[in-house]
T-cell receptor, first 112, second 113 residues
């Protein structure tokens, strides 16, 4: 399985943008890049996903490098509620049964 | 919108006892996943079901079993409980034909004394 590498933890000030990096140098051409997050004492929740082009939704933006070997999750204006563990996960296009395999993730701390 | 419902939310058992956790997926979701998250750890995939059949298996102990019923709800049965089984157990569901994201429940916290 293609693996991802993320920093263990990051810190950001409230109301500032946050850029969470993810390296996936062994990504295959059919792998989607998914991001999930887990707030304290809650189940994981979907954030965003993409294949090649940058993606935006109400929660975040996903910037994907041209060679697809890395990506960045962007929270445009962090709030205290965004403090969570963020997981970058690769999921195969053709495998509709694919479960989510969680790696180590990045623990994001938001400073008031 | 309806979410994934898990019950009970908290459960306390003694060693060697049996526990059963229930998961009610989002309506029209046909695939259910179970995860275990120990203290300070990341969620670990246990097992999944699609249309009432086991579709994938992860690091689930032999003491654990699970099934998906005709109404698509799922139950995780854990026997001969050990102290190390104390964890948060998450259930997730999705609609397979959409190949979309997984929706997770709030989790069931099992404490084994």
């Amino acid at each position: 399985d293609a693996k991802t590498t993320q920093p263990n933890s990051m810190e950001s000030n409230e109301e500032e943008p946050v850029h969470l990096p993810c390296n996936h140098s062994t990504i295959s051409g059919t792998d989607y890049i998914h991001w999930y997050r887990q707030l304290p004492s809650q189940g994981p929740e979907y954030v965003i996903h993409g294949l090649t082009s940058n993606v935006n939704n109400r929660m975040a933006s996903l910037a994907i490098a041209e060679d697809r070997k890395s990506s960045t999750l962007i929270l445009h204006r962090a709030t205290l509620r965004d403090a969570a563990v963020y997981y970058c996960i690769l999921r195969g296009l053709m495998n509709r049964d694919d479960k989510i395999i969680f790696g180590k993730g990045t623990r994001l701390h938001i400073l008031p | 919108a309806a979410g994934v419902i898990q019950s009970p939310r908290h459960l306390i058992k003694e060693k060697r006892e049996t526990a059963t956790l229930k998961c009610y997926p989002i309506p029209r979701h046909d695939t259910v996943y179970w995860y275990q998250q120990g203290p300070g750890q990341d969620p670990q995939f246990l097992i999944s079901f699609y249309e009432k059949m086991q579709s994938d298996k992860g690091s689930i102990p032999d003491r654990f079993s699970a099934q998906q019923f005709s109404d698509y709800h799922s139950e995780l049965n854990m026997s001969s409980l050990e102290l190390g089984d104390s964890a948060l157990y998450f259930c997730a569901s999705r609609a397979r034909f959409l190949a979309g994201e997984l929706f997770f429940g709030e989790g069931s916290r099992l404490t084994v004394l």
